[in-house]
């Protein structure tokens, strides 16, 4: 018969898992303090290489996409205020709004042509052409930041993708090769026969579409088409073209926002 434990063996064991839980959250505490060490260290070390190098991360748009990831990885936003120590040690507060002036600039230049939806590379080529070499080039991490500043000012401002296979109303959309990014300037939303619509009309050498030519590629009805279609002219990101009035010639719908040969500047 076995003989149950005694009190003594009970309060022995209770005073085991209480060491062993202390020595737990004693571990817990030295790892998290060495790791706040390590942060630290990184952080300082990330500083002196910000001011030893803050030419070339305002003039080269690769090394400054490095430096924001860089940032990234140990929580610091060198954007956060431009009277922070990191604003003045690099200045890019100002760099990127003033960026931001030049991409809004952009925007409301084409506006009348696209309906405020462009490419996204389109963006980056046309506002690269009005910087001057003085100013240096940015890329298309730069121009995403600056219109991240535009978007807390409300209006709409982002930058999405579209191209992306999706379904809707019960029917595969498949759209043709990979998603593409897209900036918007004004509030507006997408339905997902737009969008599909618009990733068709990119993969075209001229950026334009049929009713026809969804109903193939995409398997749809010729209803849902057209409503597509009229739905991309109503937000104005499409122009109708009714030039070919001839029985054998379709209506064609022209998207601005893939015919860079629009944009004057």
């Given amino acids: 018969m076995r003989r149950r434990a005694g009190v003594s063996a009970i309060k022995h064991a209770n005073e085991l898992d209480d060491k062993f839980r202390r020595l737990g959250v004693e571990r817990a505490r030295f790892r998290e303090e060495e790791t706040q060490k390590q942060l630290q260290k990184f952080t300082s070390q990330l500083e002196r290489f910000a001011a030893s190098h803050r030419d070339g991360i305002r003039a080269d748009p ?4 490095a430096f924001h990831a860089m940032c990234a990885s140990v929580g610091v936003d060198p954007l956060a205020s431009r009277k922070s ?4 040690i690099l200045g890019l507060g100002d760099f990127y709004v003033e960026l931001a002036v030049g991409v809004a600039d952009c925007c409301l230049a084409s506006r009348a042509h696209d309906g405020g939806l462009c490419e996204l ?14 100013v240096g080039q940015v890329s298309a991490d730069d121009v995403e930041r600056a219109i991240g500043a535009l978007a807390t000012l409300g209006g709409g401002w982002r930058v999405e993708s579209t191209g992306t296979a999706s379904k809707s109303n019960g029917d595969s959309a498949r759209r043709p090769n990979g998603a593409v990014k897209m900036v918007r300037s004004v509030p507006m939303e997408l339905s997902d026969d737009v969008n599909a619509a618009l990733a068709f009309a990119k993969d075209t050498p001229e950026g334009r579409a ?11 009805s010729r209803a849902r088409a ?22 054998g010639h379709a209506r064609l719908y022209w998207f601005p926002a893939f015919r860079a040969d629009l944009y004057a500047g």
Avoid: F, H, I, Y
Avoid at 85 to 88: D, L, R, V, Y
């Fill in 62 to 65: 690769e090394l400054r996409a």
């Fill in 85 to 88: 120590a990191w604003g003045q």
């Fill in 121 to 134: 590379s389109a963006l980056v080529d046309r506002v690269n052409r009005r910087r001057s070499s003085a």
């Fill in 210 to 220: 049929t009713t026809a030519e969804l109903e193939e590629s995409l398997a749809w």
């Fill in 226 to 247: 057209e409503d597509a279609l009229e739905a991309a002219v109503k937000l104005g990101v499409a122009l109708v073209d009714d030039q070919n009035n001839d029985p």
